[in-house]
């Protein structure tokens, strides 16, 4: 056998090694859970004395733990549950929204393996995972909101489309997952590969309005697909291209809580 016909099969070998493993641990790459102690989750809470644990038991026995921050007049009446990135440990959010969102309950509970919630996140899981919390924690309630996140927004999506809070707030959302991975990953033939949709696209018309945020300099979630996102979207939709700011620093702008504040007002 040839030289070259040997560098060929074993080159042919390695991307299909390559190829299998990221199907077999893609989850690895989708998911980035950020955990911590006990001691650290009440230190979370401390900082912000409207903020109590919570826990929430799972239809199969797996824990998910969060926080319950209270409006600081009138708590019961208004609930913003937040669903976050696939990076995020969700305490780093109670300070950031303790001001702007001052007239909410706002209620944030880390996925399955985040903070010191139990379980493995998968896509599946996390959409059934919402819908038990949401139906759970919405009870008694006058008005509700959701706010989703990067992979949160069709979370937040999925469960809105069930639930029909009154408001939505999508930051850096997205079509579907595997137009992400296409643009991300141009050489890989993610759209075999994928096990995940996080298909946001196909439930975006069972909601009739939402606020959409976007960074202008997003090289993650790029604004073309938020922008697709919106091409399907039939309802009224309030979209503001923040520029300057990226994935990770969106909520930096000096317009990102203003505007949000602006449209939850609005729409009481």
Sequence with gaps: MGTLVKLILTAGGAAGLLLLLIYLFQDRLLFFPQTMSEQEAEQAAAREPRAETVQFEMDDGTELHGWLMQAEEQPGEQLLVYYGGNGEEVSGQIMEMAGPLSDWDVLLVNYRGYGMSGGT?????????????????????????????????????????????????LISPFDRLEEVAAEAYPFLPV??????????????NELEHMLVLAGGSDQIITPARTEALLDEYEGEAVFHLL?????????????????IEAYLQERS
């Design 121 to 169: 996140p998968e896509e599946e899981a996390l959409y059934q995972d919402a819908e038990h919390i949401f139906e759970e924690a919405a009870a008694g309630y006058e008005r509700t909101a959701m706010m989703g996140r990067s992979i949160g927004t069709a979370i937040a999506v999925r469960t809105a489309a069930i639930f029909q809070p009154d408001d939505v707030v």
């Design 191 to 204: 759209r075999t590969l994928l096990r995940s949709e996080f298909d946001t696209a196909s439930r975006i």
């Design 243 to 259: 520029e300057g700011r990226g994935h990770n620093d969106l909520h930096l702008h000096p317009e990102f809580w203003p505007l």
